[in-house]
């Protein structure tokens, strides 16, 4: 069965994440395949992907990576990707790989 699946990228600047991107592809297969597939794609469709804003404090300033860190270890990132999902209308917990992009290197293994 077809799922739409993302690879989600940080775009880091200066430790605070500035921005995000996106890109979806449907394929079937696995969980592991997936995981594979979207690792495989990670640095060679990063300009391709499309961008949305970072979430902002009161302040208007940018979450620091350190801050995303600590949700992710709680299982509590998914939150800030509702606009992310709501565009590519993916199910409840869909799947993704989430790629930091450092001061333009993409880090992806």
Known sequence: MQETILNIYLIIENGLIISYRAISYSIEGTDDK?????????KENFNSAEEFDAPQNKKQLFMPYSKFSRLESQGMQFQLFENIFNKYQVPQNPLICVTPVVDGI???D
């Open 106 to 108: 993409v880090l992806s």
């Open 34 to 42: 997936k995981i594979s597939f979207l690792k495989s794609r990670a």
